[in-house]
């Protein structure tokens, strides 16, 4: 089913993950979408959804497609889910609209 994706808030889209490398401090921060803390804006040695001189951020549909990606590319750097979007936590289904 195609949806057209121009609105930020339909609630139907699937779920993202935010994946911010760092690499001036070594550390991998992994997010939900709709974190305070998770601002996927590219600056001058940051990119997304592509890596530059200090990292990037990288748009994943799930958190485990994330950790995969991790594992492979970047295991040399600290994994730190954030905190407060707890991404590793799945959220309980809520039911009724
Ligand atoms: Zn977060």
């Not at 930020?8 to 779920?15: A, G, I, Q």
């Not at 001036?24 to 040695?45: A, G, M, Q, W, Y």
Request: charged share 35%; glycine share 4%.
């Amino acid at each position: 089913m195609q949806r057209y994706s121009m609105e930020m808030d339909d609630e139907t889209k699937k779920p993202s993950f935010w994946f911010n490398v760092d690499y001036p401090t070594n550390i991998v921060k992994l997010h939900r979408d709709n974190c305070i803390h998770c601002s996927p804006e590219p600056s001058k040695f940051k990119k997304v959804n592509r890596l530059d001189r200090n990292g990037g951020w990288m748009e994943f549909s799930s958190a485990q497609d994330a950790k995969e990606y991790y594992e492979e590319k970047e295991a040399d750097k600290v994994w730190l889910p954030c905190k407060v979007c707890k991404p590793l936590v799945s959220k309980p289904k809520r039911h009724g609209s």
